[in-house]
Nanobody, 122 residues
Framework: QVQLTESGGGLVHPGGSLKLTCALS????????MGWFRQAPGKEREFVAA????????NYADSVKGRFTMARDNPRGEVFLRMNNLKPEDTAVYYC???????????????WGQGTQVTVSS
């Protein structure tokens, strides 16, 4: 079993930046690719971004392309989501997800974190 722990959420003004971190822990010999979803109040959870921790390939939702960037630190088992030029519509709980199959991340992996709140408001 693996566990995912998110951190880095908070309150930011429109146009500001935040960096989220997701740490993967647990005893496993399986490689887990990692990604991010978000859920705004009254809305369904939606895909944000995904990364292959083997090749570094990334995939982003159209709504965040050019503003959000994923990066990885494989030795530490961490991935990051750098969010720039944040907008009020980015306000949501952001969840980290992981799966051994990269292509599954666009619909949600087999492991999920508890989420971290991001609020964009003036």
């Amino acid at each position: 079993q693996v566990q995912l722990t998110e951190s880095g959420g908070g309150l930011v003004h429109p146009g500001g930046s935040l960096k989220l971190t997701c740490a993967l822990s647990g005893r496993t010999s399986t490689t887990y690719h990692m990604g991010w979803f978000r859920q705004a109040p009254g809305k369904e959870r939606e895909f944000v971004a995904a990364m292959s921790v083997v090749t570094g390939a990334t995939n982003y939702a159209d709504s965040v392309k050019g503003r959000f960037t994923m990066a990885r630190d494989n030795p530490r088992g961490e991935v990051f989501l750098r969010m720039n030029n944040l907008k009020p519509e980015d306000t949501a709980v952001y969840y980290c997800t992981a799966d051994p199959v990269y292509t599954k991340l666009t619909t949600g992996g087999s492991a999920w974190g508890q989420g971290t709140q991001v609020t964009v408001s003036s």
